[in-house]
Nanobody, 114 residues
Framework: QVQLMESGGGLVQAGGSLRLSCAASGSFFSINGMGWYRQAPGKQRELVARITTFGSPNYADSVLGRFTISGDNAKHTVYLQMNSLSPEDTAVYYC????????WGQGTQVTVSS
């Protein structure tokens, strides 16, 4: 089993920044395959950013240029640096790990005020 724990969410004003962290434990092998999803009220859960099999980042068009995903494999931790936040970024952010099955963190709330 893999356990994921997010942290770093909170309330921020429009234009501000937050950094989310996700620490993995259990039968964790590599940060490759980890990513961030988010779900806003009344909206479908959507992929925000992910680390591919080859360790390169992919981003949703809505966050491209503003968000940066990175990781420290030795620390079993992945990060999401979020800059230039807008109210449209308000959502519960979930850490995800896929290795034949999906593993999810508990989610962390990000609220951006206008």
């Amino acid at each position: 089993q893999v356990q994921l724990m997010e942290s770093g969410g909170g309330l921020v004003q429009a234009g501000g920044s937050l950094r989310l962290s996700c620490a993995a434990s259990g039968s964790f092998f590599s940060i490759n395959g980890m990513g961030w999803y988010r779900q806003a009220p009344g909206k479908q859960r959507e992929l925000v950013a992910r680390i591919t099999t080859f360790g390169s980042p992919n981003y949703a068009d809505s966050v491209l240029g503003r968000f940066t995903i990175s990781g420290d494999n030795a620390k079993h931790t992945v990060y999401l640096q979020m800059n230039s936040l807008s109210p449209e970024d308000t959502a519960v952010y979930y850490c995800n790990y896929y290795r034949g099955a999906h593993y999810w963190g508990q989610g962390t709330q990000v609220t951006v005020s206008s």
